[in-house]
């Protein structure tokens, strides 16, 4: 849906930006009442074990302890994490393993007392003067020594610490490969743990207030958040409220339940003060959640002619030491394999398995960055087997227009992937640079690369997707707009401005959004996360938008005579079609309704739209790298993303979330990786010190192009776009480094340490 | 919020002194980039400060009039950089503190604390020892100057002895004059990093510029304090500025660095790029020093 002079598709300014510019947008900490108690929380110094006893003693008699809680003082109400809506068949619910602090200690940093104190300062005394003894167990850091027997023991319920397998079975695996002439590729793939690095860390704040308990919150989910907090207290989550303001970031992280339940119930327990936990940045590093670590093993046999005969797939998916978002991650990765490159013979299977490290979660991606590292470095490989062009080797063989996924029933409209590839390859020169790079010698060496990604919209079939909106008219003929969806810096507001705009009719700078959600008001919402914000709430915003606007024409026809089929609202006026003519203004309308003696009435609207689609998002990078041989360095030196997400709401709120996307890529692939110390589980750089996020000098100018075609299935014809730009820049960057230097990579991050490895077994250095 | 127990701000540097002596157990605090980020670890959390970060007197670089160039020990970073006698004499110490951390930290952090805190990562430590720089320090028994490569003693600790703060670093005429050096800081990124290691080097060449009659070659993070290459050194001096003699000097500083093993680094990894390091930041020295190779 396009109005012919609408703001959809125009680069209106975000609603949001004089206030965060002005530094004057108030984010959690800033709400918070200055007298608030502040929590700290004791992490275990051991990766597995069980604490046999905490010594309060000392840290009771620091000035300023108000109160000491330690794992034997909670509550035994097991709750689950993961930022999936609830589902009401148990089967299908999110593994409840968390308890708000544990004597059973499953990795080095895990949460086992809390502290309550009137300041900063005595907290940090406190948690640093309590002593905890505790009894030691043998832990395990990787998968595949998780997975043998005898390896230590997370969960009681998951037997060599597999939380899940699932396999895929199409055609027959075995007898394919017994096709004469067939070239068989094998790899190995690795990705790292690493974490979000959201600018805001995870902070809340808790009190009491007519025997509810609030919590205003850092967090993509305020409505989830409340369901869990009440799962957590063991109390009705009505009783619950969640509120969140503007956030710094989530990226994923904040898509899980971390310390608010914790925050709820210490305010419980020292009467209802308000208490703030803030989480300070090696804490979120070693304690909130990470992006899982998947070892992939991908076995291709194609023929001559370049088709696939038979491919196999295995993952085995670090989940760290609790389950979190579990397997969603590892299975979408697999789900994926054989839509990408189409074959009839595929055997896949995915395990995911905890191990005494932080817990894996939500990331943006989701999965797919990990599998395309994985799956498009494999790619390169085939190709270079075939000796073929790795472009024109997935012209052949990448999804083809017309596809249809048997699971979820998404289409692939249009020739997506080919058309966004041959986008970028004219853009990028790709070319050309193939040619002058074919052959170089020398120290420094330069070469180009590229990648394509899989990517799909919101949780649909797997999970609910829903979304709900309110619009109220005010006096002036503007509205307040309000979804459970949340901005989370992506510009989410500013997009459902501009749709609630071009539906009711009014201009865009007349639609107020509401932004911040708080549970008690916001309609129902699941959150931020999946890609799914521009879509899925598309949907009320255009149903509750035109509600509204029925009873606009409505109150129109009462007012002026007029018949409801000859009236329009168009740029906040009542317009008589037939003639063009302005009849009244919608303020004109708005205050007469509001004040009317006779026939008085509030102009609002509400509604709930249950989505049962999903749509496909696709796109690929192009990039060039310049690698320094004998200093071991790979460095970006142009970069390329291409998408097609639909059509674009906000062009230029559209480019800066690819960007930030392809920062991440650039870091996932070049420098960021958390290390734990093998003989302790101790995570070693959980600092933005040592831990090497890219900055952006570590980057060149990020460049983002568009095909937009129109997503038949969206009110809007949007589809995602927040979590796919970070999908494909790792293995682009991988394959660029192949072409420079010969030297194919499996793993991430490229950083100097393994350039060095894999130089000196190439004997270049 | 910091966890201190209190803080005392000196007026002057006597006065500094003698709070030092009156508090024996406080902590010196100058920009406070590295002091603030220990307290708040916990390190240091509960510390007596004495803050000299007042002491205007310690700020900017002067030639005195033997040519000795003074840097007062609280001039920030960015200052250093920007100061056109460190642009005229030594370049190389404006680049090289250039390169620390973010715009922010090269604000506030000085380079009398860079060089107290004893670590040997530091941007300014290995081409102060390049320079063969002289700390200058003030304490109870008055001034006392020492050369730099005494000034560290292990890791972490350097020569400050009670109730002494650091007031100047002096670059004598001789040090400098007749040579051009370069910098390379080696890191995982290109900024908000500090240094997997880090090069200084500076040459003098003969006349014609055939020669090097003098060559100075400094690490850091090539042992656990930084140091100079003085095997590769020797082996540089009276040399012809060759390509081959390059790499000859630089296939010698592994008779000379030291690095570990350790989580950020492997000691191979970083042996071998002492020697990339040498030769590169030698053969920039060249150039700059009107040299061709």
């Known amino acids: 849906m396009k109005e012919k002079n609408g703001v959809i ?39 597995h074990g069980y604490v046999k006893s905490i010594d309060t003693a000392e840290a009771e008699k620091i000035p300023g302890v108000v109160r000491i809680v330690t794992c034997f003082d909670v509550p035994k109400n097991y709750f689950p994490t993961a930022g999936h809506p609830w589902s009401t068949e148990p089967a299908h619910q999110d593994v409840a393993d968390r308890l708000l602090l544990t004597d059973h200690v499953r990795y080095y940093g895990d949460d086992v007392a809390a502290v309550v104190a009137e300041n900063e300062v005595a907290a940090a005394q406190a948690v640093r003067a309590l002593k905890v003894e505790y009894e030691e167990l043998p832990f395990v850091l990787d998968v595949h020594k998780a997975m043998e027997d005898g390896a230590p023991q997370l969960h009681e319920k998951y037997p060599n610490n597999i939380l899940a397998h699932t396999s895929i079975r199409n055609g027959d695996y075995e007898n394919a490969i017994k096709e004469p002439g067939l070239k068989k590729v094998e790899g190995w793939y690795q990705t790292p743990t690493v974490q979000h690095c959201h600018i805001e860390n995870p902070v809340c704040y808790a009190y009491m207030e007519q025997g509810r308990v609030v919590v205003v919150s850092s967090t993509q989910i305020p409505h989830i958040c409340r369901r869990v907090v009440g799962q957590a207290l063991g109390i009705p989550w009505g009783q619950v409220r969640i509120i969140k303001p503007y956030i710094g970031g989530g990226f994923g992280n904040k898509q899980d339940v971390l310390y608010e339940p914790l925050c709820a119930y210490l305010s419980t327990v020292v009467g209802g003060r308000t208490v703030k936990l803030e989480i300070p940045r090696e804490e979120t590093f070693s304690s909130t959640r990470v992006r899982h670590a998947i070892h992939f093993h991908i076995v291709s046999y194609v023929r001559e002619d370049g088709t696939y005969a038979a491919r196999k797939f295995e993952s085995f998916s670090d989940q760290g030491a609790y389950a979190s978002h579990g397997h969603s991650i590892a299975a979408k990765g697999m789900g994926c394999f054989p839509q990408l490159y189409p074959c009839p013979n595929i055997e896949a299977d995915t395990y995911t398995v905890f191990t005494n490290k932080a817990a894996s979660g939500a990331m943006r991606g989701y999965g797919i960055p990990q599998a395309m590292f994985a799956m498009e470095s494999h790619t390169d490989d085939v190709a ?382 | 919020m910091y966890d201190m127990k209190a803080l005392y701000e ?5 006065d500094a002194v003698r709070l030092l002596e009156e508090h024996p157990e406080a902590q010196i605090i100058a920009g406070g980039s590295d002091v603030l980020v220990q307290m708040r670890e916990g390190k240091r959390a509960g510390v007596e400060l004495v803050s000299i970060y007042g002491l205007d007197e310690l700020r900017g670089v002067k030639l005195e009039e033997d040519g000795t160039l003074r840097i007062g020990s609280l001039t920030s970073f960015s200052h250093i950089t920007k100061d056109p006698l460190i642009q005229k004499y030594i370049n190389v110490l404006g680049e090289a503190v250039d390169m620390v951390g973010g715009p922010q930290i090269r604000n506030i952090g000085t380079i009398g604390g860079n060089t107290c805190n004893g670590v040997t990562s530091a941007d300014s430590a290995s081409t102060l020892h390049a320079w063969d720089a002289v700390i200058e320090l003030t304490g109870p028994q008055g001034v006392r100057l020492t050369p730099i490569k005494d000034f560290y003693i292990k890791a972490g600790k350097v020569d400050l002895r009670p109730a002494e703060i650091q007031t100047g670093i002096l670059i004598r005429k001789e040090s400098y004059e007749g040579y051009a050096g370069h910098y390379i800081k080696y890191a995982m990124r290109n900024a908000m990093d500090i240094a997997t290691l880090g090069c200084s080097v500076n040459v003098k060449l003969s006349a014609d510029k055939k020669v090097f009659e003098d060559v100075r070659i400094a690490y850091g993070v090539a042992g656990p304090v930084p140091m100079r290459a003085v095997h590769a050194e020797e082996a540089g001096r009276g040399l012809e500025v060759t390509d081959g003699n390059i790499e000859k000097i630089g296939d010698t500083v592994l008779e000379d660095v030291t690095p570990r093993d350790s989580w950020r680094a492997s000691k191979a990894f970083r042996e071998h790029i002492s020697k990339v390091l040498c030769k590169r930041a030698l053969r920039e020295a060249v150039l700059r020093a009107g040299g061709a190779v």
């Not at chain 1, 930006?17 to 900490?29: H, P, Q």
């Not at chain 1, 997503?711 to 192949?738: F, H, M, Q, V």
């Open chain 2, 10 to 14: 000196a007026e002057s540097v006597q």
């Open chain 1, 384 to 765: 270079r087997a075939l000796g073929v062009s790795p472009y024109e080797f997935r012209m052949k063989n990448v999804m083809p227009k017309g596809f249809t996924d048997g699971f979820s029933k998404n289409v692939n409209y249009y020739d997506t992937f080919r058309e966004c590839m041959e986008k970028g390859r004219k853009e990028f020169g790709y070319d050309k640079r193939l040619e002058k790079y074919a052959h170089q010698t020398g120290e420094i060496r330069r070469g180009v690369g590229m990648a394509v990604f899989w990517y799909n919209t919101g949780v649909w079939p797997i999970s609910l997707e829903t979304s709900a909106c309110r619009m109220v008219l005010n006096q002036d003929g503007s509205i307040q707009v309000q979804v459970g969806e949340t901005e989370i810096g992506q510009g989410a507001d500013t997009a459902f401005a501009q749709m609630a705009a071009d539906t009711v009719g009014i201009p865009f700078e007349m639609v107020h959004v509401v932004s911040t959600q708080d549970t008690d008001i916001t309609p129902f919402g699941t959150g931020a996360y999946a890609s799914r914000q521009t879509y899925m709430a598309g949907f009320s915003i255009r149903q509750t938008g035109e509600l509204l606007k029925a009873k606009i024409i409505e109150t129109a026809c009462e007012l002026t005579r007029q018949m409801k089929e000859n009236l329009d609202v168009v740029d906040g006026n009542i317009v008589r079609t037939t003639d063009g003519d302005i009849l009244m203004s919608l303020g004109e309308l708005a205050t007469e309704k509001l004040y009317s003696l006779t026939n008085n009435g509030h102009l609002t609207a509400e509604s709930s739209y249950q989505i049962k689609n999903n749509a496909y998002s696709f796109g690929c990078t192009f990039v060039e790298v310049e690698v320094d041989i004998p200093g071991c360095r790979a460095q970006v030196t142009d970069i390329l993303n291409v998408h097609d997400c639909g059509q674009l709401i906000n062009p230029a709120l559209a480019e800066a979330q690819v960007h930030g996307g392809m920062s991440m890529g650039i870091g996932y692939a070049l420098s960021e990786k958390l290390l734990y110390d093998e003989r302790t589980g101790r995570p070693l750089n959980n600092n933005l010190l040592d831990y090497k996020l890219s900055t952006f000098m570590d980057h060149p100018d990020l460049q983002a192009s568009f095909i937009e075609n129109y997503e038949p299935t969206s009110a809007y014809g949007t589809k995602a776009l927040g979590e796919p730009p970070t999908c494909s820049p790792a293995p682009a960057i991988r394959n660029a480094i192949l072409q420079a230097t010969g030297v194919a990579l499996n793993e991430i991050p490229m950083r100097p340490h393994l350039l060095f490895d894999e130089f000196k077994k190439a004997e270049l250095i």
């Open chain 1, 9 to 47: 598709g125009k680069s209106v300014k975000r609603v949001d930006a004089f206030e965060k510019v002005t530094g004057r947008a108030k984010y959690t900490d800033d709400l918070c009442d200055r007298n608030a108690y502040v929590a700290k929380v004791l992490h275990s110094t051991i990766a």
